[in-house]
């Protein structure tokens, strides 16, 4: 079985999304919704690894010998400056926040195989939130864009 791949996957995706949140709330404290929004959607990647721990105790949580660079992100470290780059680095979460949420439905399947109503509960909780968060992160980027792209600096 190779669901532990996956959760160990996710377990880390979700830890890298939550620290990239941090990274771009105090990057962009100068924008306050930036700040408070990211620092609340990074909270909420810090519960859905404690939502996962009973699971991973349950199933292991492993790293695939064969994969181990296909199949992991990389947190960001840095922020850039201005308008361009609070976008870009918000396009940054937007593909982080995707690999998780990708990650969140290939677990799903695997929960409704097993036919496991913990695992599946664990999933509905916390896949709805990641797609929350990829809205927001769309959103803010559309209102971010005309500014970025458009007007002079």
Do not use: N
Not at 15 to 43: K, M, N, Y
Not at 48 to 61: F, T
């Amino acid at each position: 079985m190779k669901l532990p791949v996956y959760l160990g996957l996710l377990h880390r995706s979700e830890g890298t999304l939550a620290h990239s949140f941090r990274q771009v709330a105090e990057g962009h404290g100068h924008e306050p919704d930036v700040h408070f929004i990211c620092e609340t959607l990074a909270g909420q990647c810090d519960e859905h690894q404690r939502a996962l721990a009973p699971i991973i105790e349950r199933y292991g949580e492993v790293q695939d010998e064969d994969e181990p660079e296909r199949l992991h992100a990389e947190k960001l470290t840095d922020t850039r400056s201005g308008p361009v780059g609070l976008l870009r680095d918000l396009q940054d979460l937007y593909l982080l926040a995707s690999l998780v949420d990708i990650t969140w439905t290939m677990i799903k399947q695997a929960a409704q195989g097993l036919r496991d109503e913990d695992l599946l509960a664990v999933v509905c909780d916390c896949d709805g939130q990641t797609s929350t968060q990829l809205r927001w992160l769309q959103t803010r980027m559309k209102q971010a864009a005309p500014q970025a792209l458009i007007v002079a600096q």
